[in-house]
């Protein structure tokens, strides 16, 4: 993965360190799957990767309850999920994606933001074909893990990708494997694993150490937003 993939390392980690921001992230996507699927974890692989990925953000269990409750309460709001593409500070381009009971309240909130820092949302799908969505999994290498072996119990779910990087695990396979990748995550019992379905940049473009700064702090300005999910840019 390279430079890439080390920028969206250190990135994520820096951004997602604030559990403030990280919690509310996490219970939205439990609300969102067991209202999609159901409370039963068991019988509802989202939600199980959900909750999986919120375990191991060290989210306390009443949090996880309470998501699941408010998805079985008559009168909770119906949240819609939607993607956002945009140009932001030195040409970045970014996917945005959103989870929100106002949609008017989301594209506002994005448009100010873009529109401080001289970008733009842009029609959607246009930027969509330079991200290559794949299916995520990493977990800290355990004292006595075999990584050799889960790499090959790995390939027959579509692992495509292994990086091992300073203690962790990232696993690459197209996001059409993500249900199989999770399932065989689960199988080697391996424990602090997340699941997610992340866009990564066909044609990563360089910055400048100082562009990078303007960048970050643009995309950290964005995640700061209760109804953002995620966020991709194309910088490597």
Same mark, same amino acid.
């Given at each position: &993965?390279?430079?890439?993939f080390?920028?969206?390392?250190k990135?994520k980690e820096k951004?997602?360190? *604030? &559990? ?7 219970a939205?996507a439990i609300?969102i799957? =067991?209202?999609?699927? !159901?409370?039963d974890p068991?019988s509802n692989?989202k939600?199980?990767?959900?909750i ?6 060290n989210?306390?269990k009443?949090n996880? /309850? $309470?998501?699941?409750?408010r998805?079985?309460? @008559?009168d909770m709001?119906? /949240? ?6 945009g140009? !932001?500070?030195?040409?970045v ?13 989301t594209?506002?909130n994005? @448009?100010f933001? #873009?529109?401080? =820092?001289d970008g ?5 799908g246009?930027?969509e074909?330079? #991200?290559?969505? @794949?299916? %995520? /999994?990493?977990f800290?290498v355990a ?7 889960i790499?090959?119990g790995? &390939?027959?779910a579509?692992l495509?990708?292994?990086e091992?990087?300073e203690?962790? %695990?990232?696993a690459y *396979?197209?996001y059409?494997s993500f !249900?199989a &990748? ?8 391996i ?14 473009n360089d910055?400048t150490? $100082?562009?990078m700064?303007?960048i970050?702090?643009?995309?950290e300005?964005i995640?700061?937003?209760e109804?953002v999910?995620? %966020?991709?840019t194309?910088?490597?």
């Amino acid at each position: &993965m390279g430079r890439a993939f080390e920028y969206r390392r250190k990135s994520k980690e820096k951004r997602w360190g *604030a &559990m403030s921001t990280v919690f509310p992230k996490l219970a939205k996507a439990i609300t969102i799957a =067991a209202k999609e699927g !159901g409370s039963d974890p068991e019988s509802n692989g989202k939600l199980r990767t959900a909750i999986n990925n919120s375990k191991a953000a060290n989210m306390p269990k009443d949090n996880v /309850i $309470a998501a699941i409750k408010r998805a079985e309460g @008559k009168d909770m709001l119906a /949240i819609s999920e939607i993607n956002y593409e945009g140009k !932001g500070p030195h040409g970045v381009l970014l996917f945005i994606e959103c989870a929100s009971d106002n949609t008017n309240r989301t594209v506002a909130n994005l @448009k100010f933001i #873009f529109s401080k =820092a001289d970008g733009q949302i842009v029609p959607t799908g246009s930027l969509e074909f330079m #991200f290559d969505r @794949k299916t %995520v /999994i990493d977990f800290p290498v355990a004292e006595g893990m075999e990584v050799e072996e889960i790499e090959l119990g790995l &390939m027959d779910a579509g692992l495509e990708e292994f990086e091992v990087d300073e203690g962790h %695990v990232y696993a690459y *396979a197209d996001y059409t494997s993500f !249900g199989a &990748m999770s399932h065989a995550v689960e199988a080697l019992g391996i424990e602090g694993a997340t699941s997610k379905l992340e866009r990564i940049p066909n044609s990563p473009n360089d910055f400048t150490d $100082a562009q990078m700064d303007d960048i970050e702090a643009f995309v950290e300005k964005i995640e700061e937003d209760e109804d953002v999910q995620a %966020v991709y840019t194309n910088a490597g």
